[in-house]
Nanobody
Framework: QVQLVESGGGLVQAGGSLRLSCAAS????????MGWFRQAPGKEREFVATISTGGEVTSCADSVKGRFTIFRDNAKNTVYLQMNSLKSEDTAVYYC????????????????WGQGTQVTVSL
C-alpha cells in the first residue's frame, strides 16, 4: 500500500512563500500522476495542481497560476508544491494524492491520499 506524507506547511505572512513536499513510500512512484488539493474550513476540497508521471505535463488552478509551481523528483519519490506570493485565501489544509494514468483535476480520480498539511497565511 502506498503511503503519502506531506510536510512543509505552517504559518506565513501574506506575500511570503512555502514549499510543500509529499514523500511516497513505493518503488513505482514514477507510474503515478500526482496532484495537490486543498480544503479550507467550510469549503469543498478543490484542485490546486497536477503533474504527469515524468513531470513533463503540469496544470494549475487559475487561482494559483503564476504563483504556485508543482514539480517532482522521481529519484526521491517526492512531489513538491512551491507556493509564492501567498494570499490569505490560500489558507487551507493541503493534500497530495496519487493516481495511475494521466493527470486529472478531479479529486475522485485519485486513489491514494496523504493526511494533509496545514497552511495558514496571515494578513
Amino acid at each position: 500500500q502506498v503511503q503519502l506524507v506531506e510536510s512543509g506547511g505552517g504559518l506565513v505572512q501574506a506575500g511570503g512563500s512555502l514549499r510543500l513536499s509529499c514523500a511516497a513510500s513505493l518503488r513505482t512512484f514514477s507510474i503515478y500522476a500526482m496532484g495537490w488539493f486543498r480544503q479550507a474550513p467550510g469549503k469543498e476540497r478543490e484542485f490546486v495542481a497536477t503533474i504527469s508521471t515524468g513531470g513533463e505535463v503540469t496544470s494549475c488552478a487559475d487561482s494559483v497560476k503564476g504563483r504556485f509551481t508543482i514539480f517532482r523528483d522521481n529519484a526521491k519519490n517526492t512531489v513538491y508544491l512551491q507556493m509564492n506570493s501567498l494570499k490569505s485565501e490560500d489558507t487551507a489544509v493541503y493534500y497530495c494524492a496519487a493516481k495511475t494514468g494521466i493527470t486529472s483535476r478531479r479529486f475522485n480520480e485519485y486513489t491514494i491520499w496523504g493526511q494533509g498539511t496545514q497552511v495558514t497565511v496571515s494578513l
